[in-house]
């Protein structure tokens, strides 16, 4: 036969022993930690870096070139391969630079500022899911032990019924029959219960991802209440960071439709050449510049540029595509806020009140002989649904309020430093 400890004594158990080695979690130390800690913000500042470093040699010239050679060696006669006969054989070394135009390494210069402009918009989006999971899932793992505490009470008021109803047997009133109804409902209860465990582990799982460890520590205080204006959150829904992105690529776009263009614009090219004749000739140098010859632009230069300003067309329309999902989602978001507002307040001073009224309207008329336990039974349970709902209603409209806060607030808003 297997032994399940219950929640009332596994809880404080649990804590015990987690808080022996650590300190409480509250909300914002989660929040911090996962700022932190999770791999993916180190990845994003890994990219930002790498974004910088290609950013620096972006604009600058080419490396120059070393060139050697030999020039004018004869190849037959009497002197054929020799390097010192004749007055032209010359050995060269030199050096070439080539310059692309200044539009063309402009434009270079400004799309590498935009790849890191896009890394740290990408980081921003990566902060944002950071904290509005770890938000979440605290939030879940909160209302879960809230929940779980009720759960104890229950089991109190479980075994109190149970010792009424075998008194009341026992001095020769109720049926047989009623001594089965107090083991159903805690059977009910313990039901429950395993759904609330599974839920809390699943939220601790969720923490444990921007977290680690410290997802098993017992948590402390309560999820902050955040104001939820829609007229202050559908102000900010341009600055949110997904939309960010197209600001930052299409600034790379530009440049990369300004250097396309450029291509059709000559570089040039010096070099600068000593040529070693034998001894009893003199030496000489050379000069030599060079010129591109972009006169096929029509089948080279020109699809490449049109190409570019296909790219950001198809972006300018990607944004406006996501401007409307977001916008669709902000007004989902703040119906179902909404809605899970008054579902609470409705929880708190109608349901919950009249589900009070109906236990101790049916446990005076069961002690006075004149109800049925059943129907004390079922009036309780309506009771223990009430009071369960009450928990998650208020679970979910903070979950909610923290999916909005988080998705719109600004960086400097959200109560977390980065």
């Given at each position: 036969?297997?032994?399940?400890?219950?929640?009332?004594?596994?809880?404080?158990?649990?804590?015990?022993?987690?808080?022996?080695?650590?300190?409480?979690?509250?909300?914002?130390?989660?929040?911090?930690?996962?700022?932190?800690?999770?791999?993916?913000?180190?990845?994003?500042?890994?990219?930002?870096?790498?974004?910088?470093?290609?950013?620096?040699?972006?604009?600058?010239?080419?490396?120059?070139?070393?060139?050697?050679?030999?020039?004018?060696?004869?190849?037959?006669?009497?002197?054929?391969?020799?390097?010192?006969?004749?007055?032209?054989?010359?050995?060269?070394?030199?050096?070439?630079?080539?310059?692309?135009?200044?539009?063309?390494?402009?434009?270079?210069?400004?799309?590498?500022?935009?790849?890191?402009?896009?890394?740290?918009?990408?980081?921003?989006?990566?902060?944002?899911?950071?904290?509005?999971?770890?938000?979440?899932?605290?939030?879940?793992?909160?209302?879960?032990?809230?929940?779980?505490?009720?759960?104890?009470?229950?089991?109190?008021?479980?075994?109190?019924?149970?010792?009424?109803?075998?008194?009341?047997?026992?001095?020769?009133?109720?049926?047989?029959?009623?001594?089965?109804?107090?083991?159903?409902?805690?059977?009910?209860?313990?039901?429950?219960?395993?759904?609330?465990n599974a839920r809390r582990a699943q939220a601790i799982a969720a923490l444990r991802?921007?977290?680690?460890?410290?997802?098993?520590?017992?948590?402390?205080?309560?999820?902050?209440?955040?104001?939820?204006?829609?007229?202050?959150?559908?102000?900010?829904?341009?600055?949110?960071?997904?939309?960010?992105?197209?600001?930052?690529?299409?600034?790379?776009?530009?440049?990369?439709?300004?250097?396309a263009r450029a291509a059709t614009r000559?570089?040039?090219?010096?070099?600068?050449?000593?040529?070693?004749?034998?001894?009893?000739?003199?030496?000489?140098?050379?000069?030599?510049?060079?010129?591109?010859?972009?006169?096929?632009?029509?089948?080279?230069?020109?699809?490449?540029?049109?190409?570019?300003?296909?790219?950001?067309?198809?972006?300018?329309?990607?944004?406006?595509?996501?401007?409307?999902?977001?916008?669709?989602?902000?007004?989902?978001?703040?119906?179902?806020?909404?809605?899970?507002?008054?579902?609470?307040?409705?929880?708190?001073?109608?349901?919950?009140?009249?589900?009070?009224?109906?236990?101790?309207?049916?446990?005076?008329?069961?002690?006075?002989?004149?109800?049925?336990?059943?129907?004390?039974?079922?009036?309780?349970?309506?009771?223990?649904?009430?009071?369960?709902?009450?928990?998650?209603?208020?679970?979910?409209?903070?979950?909610?309020?923290?999916?909005?806060?988080?998705?719109?607030?600004?960086?400097?808003?959200?109560?977390?430093?980065?």
């Open positions: 036969m297997s032994f399940k400890l219950p929640y009332w004594l596994a809880a404080p158990l649990w804590a015990w022993m987690a808080g022996a080695g650590a300190a409480p979690l509250g909300f914002d130390d989660a929040l911090t930690r996962a700022l932190h800690e999770t791999p993916a913000l180190a990845a994003s500042a890994s990219r930002i870096a790498a974004a910088r470093q290609n950013a620096i040699p972006a604009g600058a010239l080419p490396d120059p070139q070393l060139t050697l050679g030999l020039a004018n060696v004869p190849v037959d006669g009497a002197d054929r391969f020799s390097l010192d006969s004749e007055p032209m054989t010359m050995r060269m070394i030199g050096v070439m630079q080539a310059f692309p135009n200044a539009a063309k390494r402009g434009a270079r210069a400004n799309a590498a500022m935009g790849r890191v402009g896009l890394a740290e918009a990408g980081m921003q989006v990566v902060r944002q899911t950071v904290l509005q999971q770890t938000a979440q899932a605290w939030i879940q793992r909160h209302s879960a032990e809230a929940q779980l505490r009720h759960i104890a009470a229950l089991y109190d008021e479980n075994r109190l019924l149970n010792v009424a109803i075998r008194a009341r047997l026992a001095g020769g009133g109720g049926m047989a029959s009623d001594v089965v109804l107090p083991r159903e409902e805690a059977a009910l209860i313990a039901e429950r219960e395993d759904l609330l991802r921007w977290i680690g460890d410290a997802a098993d520590w017992p948590l402390e205080g309560a999820p902050p209440k955040w104001p939820i204006d829609h007229a202050l959150l559908a102000h900010r829904l341009e600055q949110h960071p997904e939309l960010a992105l197209y600001s930052q690529e299409s600034r790379v776009l530009d440049a990369e439709i300004d250097a000559p570089d040039w090219s010096l070099g600068l050449v000593y040529q070693q004749r034998a001894s009893q000739f003199g030496n000489m140098a050379s000069i030599e510049l060079g010129f591109d010859l972009p006169v096929f632009a029509a089948t080279r230069q020109d699809p490449l540029i049109a190409a570019r300003v296909a790219e950001r067309a198809a972006l300018d329309a990607d944004y406006q595509a996501q401007l409307r999902a977001h916008t669709a989602e902000l007004d989902a978001d703040l119906a179902e806020y909404r809605r899970l507002d008054r579902a609470l307040v409705r929880q708190h001073e109608v349901l919950l009140p009249l589900a009070q009224e109906k236990v101790s309207l049916t446990l005076a008329a069961w002690r006075g002989g004149q109800g049925s336990l059943a129907e004390l039974i079922g009036a309780r349970r309506a009771r223990i649904d009430a009071e369960l709902k009450a928990i998650e209603l208020a679970g979910a409209r903070d979950e909610m309020a923290a999916r909005l806060h988080f998705t719109y607030a600004q960086p400097n808003e959200s109560g977390v430093q980065p």
